[in-house]
């Protein structure tokens, strides 16, 4: 039956952009992140679409005559995060290698000594595939609880071609059973499978030859990803692979630039990602080549928090024009969190970005880096209700500063309410 919900007194609503607007570069990413002051949202239902919305003094109220209505009283409506990169679909957890570090090594002594990846890897071999689906629902619950209304999630921790499949078929069936929108990126060239010890070219060779066309011939990836970097994998090879993956119609969405200057910005924009991640070390070269270009700079935070790195240069990159996304890289290795909340905030405390453009980055910029800009990250009329409805709040800017208040009242995916996990 058809059900209408009003949220009414509103004291903000954001993220409202015009239609035409897939994502905000630079100074857009302020200016044009907009906001209506006391304002009204109306929602369908059973289809979940906001049917209307405006100040209040446009609000016709004989309306609210057998609709719900909810407060706004001093509340803001958000939209909901759009997580563009996470590694959610792991076996176990890595808290050995948490203790390692903190002992002292880095996360590239922790990867040569074959933990990282790998150990993640030897863990996923031993689980079965309805353990892997049902750890995944448990994150993408909890980031739903979160705030986060839509994810990509990689492959990544198979690295032989059966793991591999088996990780992107449980990321098809998330697919049908959250109510969160997920993209499916295959990350084969994550770290060389164990199989393949000291034979890094012929394990590309194998990925290009066997694990693509598996991949593309049961349609199981929108992306494909390589970790361009430093002790992974080369120039050459991340050229070879996101070659062979155009010939199947995978767009990039590549690890670039988070341990070394990788030259991976620079391939990744040759092949026309759609984002380039990580970012953690780049220059002057990187920025002027992603100006000239329409992908995506999408920035980690929580992995640079997490593993003691360099954040990567927001405030640099949105100077210069550039389309910054934030994203959690929810992973058991370089980033166990994919709390949206923390990266907002990490986007102002940590890279400098003022509050409207890191929310803008974590949301309708984050559906840019998952071609989901007609679905999520910014609210108006005929879209999908998804937004957080906050709590009272004094400002926009109270958020990300008082970080671990807790915030969210009420979280919707296309008008479907959210439980709130503790
Ligand atoms: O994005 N950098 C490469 N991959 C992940 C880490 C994965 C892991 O350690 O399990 C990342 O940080
Ligand atoms: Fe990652």
Redesign the pocket.
């Known amino acids: 039956m058809e059900e209408r919900i009003f949220i009414v007194g509103l004291s903000q609503i954001w993220g409202v952009i015009p239609q035409e607007r897939r994502s905000l570069a630079g100074a857009e990413m302020d200016k044009d992140f907009g906001h209506i002051d006391n304002a009204y949202v109306e929602i369908s239902m059973p289809g979940g679409t906001v049917a209307s919305m405006g100040t209040m003094d446009t609000l016709d109220r004989s309306r609210l005559e057998g609709a719900t209505v909810l407060s706004g009283h001093g509340r803001m409506l958000i939209p909901a995060f759009a997580d563009s990169?996470t590694?959610l679909v792991?076996a176990g957890s890595r808290e050995g290698e948490f203790e390692d570090k903190i002992r002292g090594l880095s996360?590239e002594e922790i990867a040569a000594r074959g933990g990282?990846?790998l150990n993640?890897a030897d863990r996923l071999h031993r689980t079965t595939d309805n353990e892997l689906f049902m750890g995944a629902m448990g994150r993408l619950a909890e980031i739903a609880s979160k705030g986060t209304a839509a994810v990509e999630i990689k492959s990544?921790?198979g690295l032989n071609l059966a793991d591999e499949l088996r990780m992107l078929r449980v990321i098809a069936r998330l697919k049908e059973s959250s109510p969160l929108e997920i993209k499916a990126t295959f990350l084969g060239a994550?770290a060389v499978g164990r199989e393949y010890a000291g034979r890094q070219q012929e394990y590309v060779d194998m990925l290009i030859a066997d694990m693509l066309p598996a991949v593309a011939a049961e349609g199981l990836a929108e992306y494909v990803d390589v970790?361009c970097?430093r002790g992974f994998f080369t120039v050459e090879q991340t050229d070879a692979i996101l070659e062979a993956a155009s010939r199947y119609g995978f767009r990039p969405k590549i690890?670039a630039n988070?341990l070394d200057i990788s030259g991976g910005v620079q391939v990744g924009v040759a092949h026309g990602a759609l984002s380039v991640d990580?970012l953690e070390r780049i220059g002057q070269d990187e920025i002027d080549v992603l100006r000239r270009s329409s992908t995506v700079a999408t920035m980690?935070p929580g992995?640079s928090f997490f593993l003691g790195l360099p954040f990567a240069p927001a405030r640099i990159a949105v100077n210069s024009g550039l389309t910054v996304a934030l994203a959690s890289?929810y992973?058991?290795?370089?980033?166990p969190s994919g709390d949206m909340r923390m990266v907002w905030a990490l986007g102002c405390i940590k890279m400098k970005l003022n509050p409207v453009e890191a929310l803008a980055a974590c949301t309708v910029n984050g559906a840019a880096a998952m071609e989901l800009s007609d679905t999520v990250g910014s609210i108006a009329p005929g879209r999908p209700a998804s937004f957080i409805l906050t709590r009272p709040v004094p400002s926009l800017a109270f958020i990300p500063y008082a970080y671990t208040s807790p915030w969210i009242e009420r979280m919707f995916i296309r008008g479907r309410e959210m439980e709130l996990h503790p």
């Open positions: 990169h590694h792991y996360y990282g990846i993640s990544g921790y994550h970790f970097d690890h988070e990580h980690l992995a890289d992973n058991p290795g370089s980033s």
